[in-house]
């Protein structure tokens, strides 16, 4: 699936849906920065994080009201919204809030997920798995469109270097772009280190870099994390973007950008 237009995607959003009162926050942030740039945004949230590090941390605070919340923010400012999921029933229930639905990358193999995902005929935003060489993400995305869905996308979220580290080869946006398919750069997650204490760590700092850099390289959207407040962010604290950073980081990666 092609993009919706020849312009950037930008899918941003807090990691988690928090509140009614943080997404709204954030999605009318985003919709006013984004109408002075040339991008189409999508709103995204998760409903609910599955692949916690530990199981005492923060999970959600209820599927439904999640997604409600998350597709009313959306409907407000006008544009589509994105969220995860992680089950072959969730990708049902969710499609009926959000227009695209993201396949995390642990699970970006699971045959029965992805036709769930496809069978809704929502866009399927595949992440590709830490583990995965980018050729391979060809044959993740043939599952979705073997049951007549075309509309795929494929993220880049850095590759798994050591045991609490990943790194970014750019290599991969130029060879999963050779799918046809459209591919994002995932700039918060990519500077994750994973499982790192309690919960992942990162490294905030180096976002703008990789982002500059995927951007150079060539890419079709750009995703990222942001809250108001990271610091308090029950989800991915130390990778989330400060929102009140994010006008000035989207006009940096954008006079990058190249397609």
């Not at 969220?83 to 045959?111: G, K, W, Y």
């Not at 760590?201 to 703008?208: A, D, H, K």
Request: charged content about 20%; some cysteine.
């Amino acid at each position: 699936m092609q993009k919706p237009s020849s312009r950037p995607i930008i899918i941003a959003g807090p990691c988690l849906v928090e509140s009614r009162e943080l997404v709204m926050q954030v999605a009318d942030h985003l919709a006013t920065i984004c109408r002075d740039f040339p991008v189409d945004l999508v709103l995204k949230g998760s409903y609910r994080k599955a692949n916690r590090t530990s199981a005492g941390t923060f999970q959600g605070i209820g599927d439904v009201e999640a997604l409600t919340y998350l597709r009313d923010a959306g409907a407000a400012i006008g544009v589509p919204v994105l969220t995860d999921v992680h089950s072959d029933d969730e990708a049902t229930m969710a499609a009926e809030f959000a227009d695209v639905l993201q396949i995390p990358a642990f699970l970006c193999r699971q045959t029965s997920l992805l036709e769930a995902a496809a069978r809704t005929g929502r866009i399927v935003n595949i992440k590709k798995g830490q583990f995965m060489a980018p050729e391979d993400m060809a044959k993740a995305a043939a599952k979705v469109t073997s049951v007549g869905n075309n509309k795929v996308w494929l993220t880049e979220r850095g590759t798994t270097f050591g045991y609490h580290d990943l790194v970014v080869d750019y290599r991969s946006l130029v060879i999963m772009k050779k799918s046809g398919f459209p591919v994002i750069f995932d700039a918060t997650h990519s500077v994750q280190k994973p499982s790192l204490g309690l919960e992942s760590g990162g490294q905030r700092e180096f976002i703008p870099a990789l982002a500059r850099a995927a951007a150079a390289v060539g890419i079709d959207g750009l995703f990222f994390e942001t809250h108001p407040d990271p610091s308090q962010a029950k989800s991915d604290s130390a990778t989330q973007l400060p929102l009140k950073d994010v006008q000035e980081f989207l006009s940096m990666v954008l006079g990058h950008w190249h397609q």
